[in-house]
């Protein structure tokens, strides 16, 4: 290389080294992300009876799939229809994600989906989803579970919580007499709803969104009830909301309509006020 005063310069070159390091660089970056996407990987785990059915290649009899997804949809559930014997704990799909990571206090169950099957109608599914699934493991989620069910004759529907604040609407009243449902279903539901279509420009987000997506693509029948509440945390007021919805399903679901004061207290927590400007 030549200087302005004519001088030669001999100039050492790292392109090669540049390159070198930049291919390491990409083999680390690609190496951990193959270690996340492990990491995020959903797992299903069945029980002996149901994992040797699923090895044989046949899939599981499914009329009635119920998802809750949210702390009191999944509370729901325990109070109002698990409490009887009548249902065995048959699976869990474990999720790992920046969210369950920085969880801690939280029961197994509280950071996985569990699966009960109902022993008089073996054909009668229940998902407590109580944990945070992220974007990317939605239709992970959504395919591996639906994999395992038969479509024919099934049916299903998914109670979902939401925060009133998130509900558009331009009337105040409605909006202020939180907690109340609305429902999204696909093209194959024939079914009378329990409650007023969600009216636009309001949508389904999350899980729920990615299960209604799947029955819609797959023709399955299948019905969304959003339940908008005022209150966060778990709330008993919240929980009965849910009732008319699975009240539906007649048979198929026995609702404990009046349950008792320490089931209740059982599930519901109450939250203490960390702060407040007048104590």
């Not at 190496?31 to 797992?43: F, T």
């Not at 395919?143 to 099934?154: A, D, I, M, P, S």
């Not at 998914?158 to 696909?186: G, I, M, N, Q, W």
């Not at 693509?217 to 339940?227: D, E, G, K, N, S």
Request: aromatic fraction near 8%.
């Amino acid at each position: 290389m030549a200087t302005f005063f004519g001088e030669v310069l001999s100039v050492y070159s790292r392109a090669v080294e540049e390159d070198e390091e930049d291919l390491e660089e990409n083999e680390e970056d690609e190496q951990i992300r193959r270690e996340l996407e492990e990491k995020r990987e959903i797992h299903l785990q069945w029980s002996p009876e149901v994992s040797e059915s699923l090895t044989s290649g046949s899939k599981l009899p499914c009329s009635d799939f119920i998802v809750a997804v949210g702390h009191n949809a999944a509370r729901f559930l325990s109070v109002y229809v698990l409490t009887s014997a009548n249902w065995d704990a048959v699976g869990h799909a474990s999720v790992w994600n920046e969210r369950s990571r920085a969880v801690t206090g939280q029961t197994s169950e509280e950071l996985s989906c569990v699966f009960y099957r109902q022993r008089d109608n073996p054909s009668v599914l229940i998902c407590q989803v109580a944990c945070y699934i992220a974007e990317d493991q939605q239709f992970q989620w959504t395919e591996k579970v639906f994999n395992c069910l038969q479509h024919r004759e099934l049916s299903v529907t998914v109670l979902s919580d939401s925060s009133v604040a998130e509900y558009k609407t331009a009337d105040y009243l409605c909006s202020s007499s939180a907690p109340f449902l609305r429902s999204l279903h696909t093209g194959a539901f024939s079914g009378q709803s329990v409650c007023q279509t969600l009216e636009q420009p309001n949508i389904v987000t999350g899980l729920p969104a990615a299960v209604l997506n799947h029955c819609e693509v797959h023709r399955i029948p299948a019905v969304v009830y959003q339940c908008y509440s005022d209150v966060i945390g778990l709330d008993s007021v919240t929980m009965e909301t849910y009732k008319p919805a699975l009240t539906k399903l007649g048979k198929s679901i026995q609702l404990d309509t009046s349950p008792s004061t320490d089931v209740l207290r059982k599930f519901v927590r109450t939250t203490n006020i960390q702060s407040n400007l007048y104590i």
